[in-house]
């Protein structure tokens, strides 16, 4: 009768949180939700209301919490119905925090324990994105080349396309890059990133130096006329142009 009782309790408040979701603000639903985690670690709702919190954190952009509650809802239990999900979250929020090692070694355990989920794809490009940015071109290539191999229709298409570009830029392979970053502007000619494209070509060109410097400021100045290109990258392509 007790444990009947305990089931009921369990029950009970879950649908608390449930309704507590509907009436602003959000925070009462959390703090019965956290209630729940301490009381109820293996609760039969433990599963569908700590995903539901952490896609409310990171809705909120919270990303310091969404690492915090996941880690916890994983350590609590590793085996959730949606711990690839979980997972995706708590790494995307590594990434957002710029924790760029945390988030490739989740998304690798991820993608190794759950290869046939959904999340893979977004997984994938991800890995890519963390490793780019901590400079491990060669490793980033391989998940971009995965992607766009595995996922030929993938959402994240013309982003890799242009960052396997800047893989090879950021191993010196600029003649490989150049082909890359070319072929780019003749696939996506109205992407927001075709300014930045056409700063990396000028770039490249100016590298090779000689009868291309006049390229290069050319270029430079076809980068400059994209509304899309930040303050920053603008002032650089200036700065070049009057090297």
Not at 179 to 190: D, G, M, S
Request: proline share 4%; charged share 25%; glycine share 6%.
């Amino acid at each position: 009768h007790g444990e009947t009782e305990g089931d009921a309790a369990d029950e009970n408040l879950y649908y608390a949180f449930r309704c507590s979701l509907y009436v602003p603000p959000v925070d009462r639903a959390l703090e019965i939700g956290n209630d729940y985690m301490a009381k109820y670690p293996s609760g039969q709702y433990f599963d569908p209301l700590t995903l539901a919190m952490g896609q409310i954190y990171a809705s909120r952009q919270d990303w310091p919490e969404v690492i915090r509650h996941f880690s916890e809802t994983l350590r609590i239990n590793p085996d959730h119905q949606d711990a690839a999900e979980c997972i995706f979250l708590l790494s995307y929020a590594y990434f957002m925090q710029e924790q760029f090692d945390d988030c490739a070694k989740w998304l690798r355990h991820m993608m190794s324990k759950y290869p046939d989920n959904p999340r893979t794809e977004d997984g994938t490009y991800w890995l890519g994105m963390a490793l780019t940015f901590s400079k491990k071109y060669d490793e980033a290539a391989l998940e971009f080349d995965t992607l766009l191999e595995k996922y030929p229709d993938t959402i994240y298409r013309e982003d890799s396309s242009y960052r396997r570009g800047v893989c090879d830029y950021g191993v010196s392979d600029y003649a490989n890059a150049e082909v890359r970053f070319n072929k780019f502007v003749a696939e996506f000619p109205e992407s927001k990133l075709i300014g930045e494209t056409y700063m990396m070509l000028a770039d490249i060109a100016a590298y090779f130096g000689g009868d291309r410097l006049r390229e290069a400021c050319q270029l430079f100045q076809r980068a400059m006329d994209d509304q899309n290109l930040n303050v920053e990258l603008y002032n650089y392509c200036a700065f070049r142009c009057g090297e």
